[in-house]
């Protein structure tokens, strides 16, 4: 064979001193190939690699002229932890896989692998001479990622990452070195070809050797025994510089720049002779930028992830001496999830038209606020306030309305919401707001987002390729369709996000979490989340928005302890309260699936169209001037939400009918999403409708309705019209569970319906709630429906309540 038919294709190292090259088609020789390291490289040991390791990563190798799919057992958490079978899809099967493209779990070497050795009468077509794309999916229709350390991952044209096969390149083209020197992370070390006619060298990537690097030491600017440490770990950098100056001198004038030292582990550090608390710094980073994995500039100044607090998005960043830092003596318990109701709600939103708060207000006037008598919260009645991203963000000035889903740092809250952010008072204003929160008997759940960061990133200028994930072309993936995906492999990626959960517990006693776009960081992650979390708050709340532009992991979280946010509820109720859908998806939704502790159920939250405007009778989504159809819609849709096993969430203002007047993305309008309480009392009936429901939710009578797990198949018994989607649920109908019956009848059509209830006696209960009122005593028997021989006549879009009669009352 002539060996100018083949090049070096890639070439990455795997650990300090390990590498593999990938030749651009198969080595067919009984000879090694020229290949050898560039001085001042020495090579020690060079050889063949087997096929089944390089499939680890490439999904694929070729055994007698077939294709073996594998998968690693490690990588398919899905599949190991939840019993899901994998399948390969592709154009050999119209990437619609059936039983015969599925892998069985095998050991190679003691590892677990997913395995399909692809039979002859099955491979047939142009892809096996011209090769093809392929990817794995699981039998519930998840599709896993391709590892980013991949090779042969390439683009579709509809921007889906897929792998790819090729017949030329089996797993006969990859060989393994080890070398006598150690890799060079600060520039490139480089593959040699040498023959009788050609000599070229290949750079070697830092490759998946790049994610091993991690380090135990404390990072960030920290105050210890009266001196103050920098530390930052950047792998790949080649020069770092802090500077800092004291505050109250903007302009720098008396800034101070040191440059830090490696440690040999991709940590930086320096150390100053004395307390710098309250002092301003931010990073200059210098590198090499040998390829796209990099973006090193040091003209430009890099906020500290690890920064405590922060003056603005882009920094600097303050250090703080937390000794001086009063931490909570005790720990608020929140309410178990069975017993939970969240509010979603955003600062801004909430305080823009309180009487006094100002058009800046934060966390000390939301604070102000929640202890006062008049505060809706409390009206309300709800135990969990799910706030909408509070750590720093990226709104270019303090007065911009932002969302908070565009994070620049981690650890602080966010400076728009401080008091005095020049003086750090974020810490002090959020521990009030929390502590406020507390005191009135609400837990504070935060809404986190870890999946993306916002502009400017430090990241990209701290090692781009080690925090952020990129495509094959090395440019920045965008499954979050914020511009960027954090790279959760990344050890010390995983460690900063740790820290900071952590932190909001241990400094700001926060109660739980919500998690953006969840499936992003992937469920390794989320377990180890809620393994190093769990012990550090008793009845912490964790919860997961499961979905991404890439997938879906709902049904893989169903062996952890999140919940998860249910988009199968917030989609199914706009239907049918119109009428337009059946009873089975509605039992399902009200018997809780499986785990009704861990199932969020809500109809709307900040994102898209409000509840109102979803489902109004207006033209354009407009809900402004809501139809008297509309309310009683939402009191509909509110009696079933709280009648639902699970942990029923609100978003702010749907019990009063909020409305943003059909407009879908309000992220950046605050005169849209504020809380209007002059519409509360517009439509107050409507709200003492929602606030009657939670209270008996939460009360003892309202037992049989809050469960851990979904109850025995004889607690349910089920009275339907199934093609007009009504619906009657007796609740313990058994009576084997120590809570009193209760009786629940939904009626989503515009006009009355007779339910056929037989075998339930009407003097048994009392009517407590109707479509429009709830009454705890009981309703007048005007306001009763009719009930009478096994008949219930339900009005149009009502729901109704029933209490069993006690002995008392009998």
């Given at each position: ?7 070096v294709?890639?070439?990455?190292w795997?650990t300090?001193f390990d ?22 490289a020495r090579l ?9 390791r ?11 002229g ?9 990588t ?13 899809a ?10 015969t493209w599925q892998?069985?779990l095998?050991k190679?070497?003691?590892e ?17 001479h ?16 391709p ?10 044209s ?5 792998l790819?096969?090729?017949?030329q ?10 070398s006598e020197?150690p890799?060079?992370l600060?520039?490139?070390?480089n ?9 070229h060298?290949t750079?070697i990537r ?7 690097q ?8 920290r ?7 920098f ?17 109250g001198?903007?302009?720098r ?24 608390h ?27 992830p690890?920064?405590l ?5 882009a ?19 929140p ?5 939970a109701?969240?509010?979603?709600a ?6 823009a ?9 934060g ?9 006062s ?6 009206a309300?009645?709800i135990?969990?306030?799910?706030l ?33 952010p020049s ?29 993306h960061?916002?502009v ?7 090692d781009k ?62 377990s180890?989340i809620?393994?190093e979390?769990?012990p550090?708050?008793?009845g ?14 709902g049904?893989a ?21 119109h009428?337009?859908?059946?009873t ?26 409000c ?13 402004g001037?809501p ?17 639902s ?9 749907q019990?009063f ?7 879908s ?9 504020a809380l209007?309480?002059v519409?509360?009392e ?5 709200h003492?409708y ?17 469960h ?5 198949s ?8 199934e093609?007009q ?13 120590p ?8 009626n989503?059509q ?23 009122h709830?009454?705890?005593g009981?309703l007048?028997r ?8 096994g008949?219930?006549?339900i ?16």
């Amino acid at each position: 064979m002539t060996h100018l038919a083949h090049h070096v294709e890639i070439a990455y190292w795997t650990t300090r001193f390990d590498g593999v090259v990938e030749l651009s088609r198969d080595w067919d020789g009984v000879e090694l190939p020229p290949l050898g390291l560039a001085a001042p490289a020495r090579l020690r040991r060079f050889q063949r690699m087997k096929p089944w390791r390089w499939a680890r990563f490439s999904g694929y190798f070729f055994e007698n002229g077939l294709p073996v799919f594998l998968l690693p057992g490690d990588t398919c958490h899905l599949a190991l932890d939840n019993a899901e079978k994998v399948r390969v899809a592709g154009p050999f099967n119209d990437w619609k896989p059936d039983v015969t493209w599925q892998l069985e779990l095998e050991k190679q070497d003691g590892e677990p692998v997913f395995v399909l050795h692809v039979r002859q009468e099955n491979w047939h077509g142009a892809w096996c001479h011209k090769g093809c794309d392929f990817k794995f999916i699981t039998d519930g229709g998840t599709w896993l990622e391709p590892l980013s350390m991949a090779t042969n991952r390439v683009k579709d044209s509809t921007g889906n990452t897929n792998l790819h096969l090729c017949n030329q390149r089996t797993g006969q083209h990859v060989f393994c070195f080890v070398s006598e020197t150690p890799a060079n992370l600060a520039g490139h070390d480089n593959i040699l070809w040498a023959d009788a006619t050609n000599s070229h060298t290949t750079a070697i990537r830092h490759g998946n050797f790049l994610l091993h690097q991690d380090s135990t030491l404390e990072m960030g600017a920290r105050v210890i025994n009266g001196q103050t440490r920098f530390r930052l770990f950047a792998p790949r950098a080649t020069n770092v510089v802090v500077e800092l100056w004291p505050p109250g001198h903007k302009d720098r004038v008396y800034c101070e720049r040191l440059a830090l030292v490696a440690h040999g582990d991709g940590v930086w550090e320096v150390t100053w002779a004395g307390s710098l608390h309250g002092w301003r710094y931010q990073y200059f980073i210098s590198g090499e930028n040998l390829d796209a994995s990099t973006d090193f500039d040091d003209s430009h100044a890099v906020l500290d992830p690890w920064a405590l607090a922060t003056l603005g998005p882009a920094g600097p960043g303050i250090v703080i001496d937390m000794a001086r830092i009063p931490f909570p003596q005790t720990q608020y318990t929140p309410p178990a999830p069975t017993d939970a109701i969240i509010l979603e709600a955003h600062v801004r939103d909430l305080m823009a038209r309180v009487p006094g708060a100002g058009p800046r207000a934060g966390f000390r006037e939301l604070a102000t606020w929640i202890r006062s008598p008049h505060c809706y919260l409390r009206a309300l009645g709800i135990n969990v306030l799910e706030l909408q991203p509070i750590q720093e963000f990226d709104a270019q000035k303090p007065d911009d309305y932002h969302w908070g889903y565009m994070p620049t740092n981690w650890f602080s809250p966010a400076s728009a919401y401080a008091r005095d952010p020049s003086n750090a008072s974020q810490i002090e204003d959020f521990q009030e707001l929390v502590r406020a929160c507390h005191e009135v008997g609400i837990a504070i759940v935060l809404d986190v987002v870890y999946n993306h960061v916002g502009v400017p990133n430090p990241f990209l200028r701290i090692d781009k390729g080690y925090y952020l994930e990129t495509a094959p072309d090395g440019n920045l993936t965008n499954w979050s369709g914020c511009g960027n995906d954090i790279r959760p492999d990344a050890p010390m990626l995983r460690r900063l996000v740790l820290a900071t959960l952590q932190h909001f517990i241990e400094c700001y006693d926060v109660d739980g979490f919500r998690f953006d776009l969840a499936e992003l960081l992937g469920l390794p992650m989320l377990s180890e989340i809620e393994r190093e979390l769990r012990p550090r708050k008793h009845g912490l709340l964790l919860i997961a928005e499961p979905w991404s532009f890439r997938g879906h992991i709902g049904h893989a979280l169903s062996r952890t302890g999140f919940a998860s946010w249910s988009d199968g509820y917030r989609e199914f109720f706009p239907a049918w309260v119109h009428g337009a859908a059946g009873t089975d998806a509605l039992r399902h939704f009200i018997t809780g699936a499986d785990r009704p502790a861990a199932t969020v159920n809500y109809t709307e939250s900040h994102d898209d169209l409000c509840w109102l405007d979803r489902i109004t009778e207006n033209a354009c989504n407009n809900g402004g001037q809501p139809s008297s159809n509309d309310a009683q819609r939402t009191r509909l849709m509110g009696a079933t939400l709280m009648a639902s096993l699970g942990i029923p969430m609100l978003a702010e203002g749907q019990d009063f009918l909020r409305s943003k007047n059909g407009i879908s993305n309000t992220y950046l309008r605050g005169d849209l999403n504020a809380l209007d309480y002059v519409r509360l009392e517009s439509f107050k009936d409507t709200h003492a409708y929602f606030r009657s429901w939670i209270a008996f939710r939460l009360s003892a009578d309202g037992a049989a309705l809050r469960h851990s797990k979904r109850p025995q198949s004889g607690f349910f018994r089920f009275f339907e019209n199934e093609r007009q989607g009504v619906l009657g649920i007796l609740y313990n109908a058994d009576g084997k569970l120590p809570c009193a019956p209760l009786f629940v009848a939904l009626n989503p059509q515009p006009e009355s319906v007779e339910l056929c209830v037989h075998g339930v006696d009407a003097a048994g209960f009392r009517q407590l709630a109707n479509g429009t009122h709830f009454y705890p005593g009981g309703l007048p028997r005007t306001e009763c429906f009719a009930w009478h021989s096994g008949t219930l006549r339900i009005p149009p879009l009502s729901a109704g309540l029933w209490q069993t009669v006690s002995e008392e009352h009998a």
